[in-house]
C-alpha cells in the first residue's frame, strides 16, 4: 500500500487494471483496503502477527504500521478501544498514526463489525465450519471482501480444507453443523427468558445506580434491586 500511494494515480490504475476507480478516488480506495484482520486459533499466533508486523515497519518503512491484538486476555475496555479507535480514523488522520493491524482469536468474529475491515488473513482452519463462517464475515461490510485463508499442512483438518477448497466453499452454508438451540427449539424461549430479564435488570440498575460500566453491576445487587 506504501509502494501504491507513491504512484501517479493514472500509473497505479493501469497497473492494477482498475475499471471503476477515478483518479480522484484513489486515495479513499486505498484507505478502504488498508486495516488488515488476522484472525488466528491460538494467542501465541497472535503474537506472533504483532512481531512481523512490528519488523515490517521497521524495515525502510516511512510509516511504520500500528497493530493491536485482540484477544480474551484483552479487558472489555481495551476491546472497546480499539474498536472506537478504527471507527474514529480517517483518510486525514496520518497514515503513521493509523490502525493497520488487528490479530485476534474467535473473540473477533463476535461484534466487531467495523465499515473498514475489508482484508482478513485466517491463519488456520477454526474447529468448526461454523466458526469459520462466522469469522469470515467480519470482511466486506462496506466494500468487497478480500479474504484468503491460509492452511497448515501439518494439521489434517487444514489439508482435507485445502484438497476440497472449492467444493467447501460452495457448500460451506450446507455443512454447517446444527445448533442446539434454533428456532424450532420448543422450550427455548422458556430457558432463555430468564437470563435476557436478569441482563437487562443488571444494566438498568448499573446504569440508574451509576456504577461502573467495566464492573457491569453494583456491588450490592440485592441492595438496589430493593431500592428500585
Wanted: net charge positive.
Amino acid at each position: 500500500l506504501e509502494r501504491l500511494r507513491a504512484l501517479d494515480p493514472a500509473d497505479l490504475i493501469a497497473e492494477l487494471g482498475l475499471t471503476t476507480v477515478s483518479p480522484q478516488d484513489i486515495d479513499k480506495w486505498l484507505f478502504d483496503y488498508e486495516l488488515q484482520l488476522y484472525y488466528v486459533n491460538r494467542k501465541t499466533d497472535a503474537d506472533r502477527v504483532l512481531t512481523y508486523a512490528s519488523r515490517a515497519g521497521a524495515t525502510g518503512n516511512p510509516a511504520p504500521f500500528q497493530a493491536q491484538r485482540l484477544t480474551g486476555a484483552n479487558r472489555l475496555a481495551e476491546i472497546s478501544n480499539v474498536i472506537r479507535r478504527v471507527e474514529r480514523e480517517t483518510i486525514a488522520t496520518p497514515a503513521g498514526q493509523r490502525l493497520a493491524v488487528i490479530a485476534g482469536t474467535s473473540l473477533v468474529s463476535h461484534g466487531v463489525d467495523l465499515a473498514r475491515l475489508n482484508v482478513q488473513f485466517v491463519l488456520g482452519m477454526p474447529s468448526t465450519l461454523a466458526y469459520y463462517v462466522q469469522a469470515t464475515s467480519r470482511a466486506g461490510r462496506s466494500s468487497v471482501g478480500l479474504v484468503f485463508t491460509a492452511l497448515n499442512r501439518y494439521y489434517v483438518r487444514d489439508r482435507s480444507v485445502f484438497h476440497f477448497f472449492e467444493p467447501t466453499h460452495r457448500h460451506v452454508n450446507a455443512l454447517v453443523e446444527p445448533v442446539a438451540l434454533n428456532r424450532f427449539s420448543l422450550h427455548g424461549p422458556g430457558k432463555t427468558a430468564s437470563g435476557l430479564l436478569a441482563a437487562l435488570l443488571i444494566c438498568e440498575i448499573a446504569r440508574d445506580t451509576q456504577a461502573p460500566r467495566a464492573s457491569g453491576m453494583p456491588l450490592d445487587f440485592g441492595k438496589a434491586a430493593r431500592a428500585e
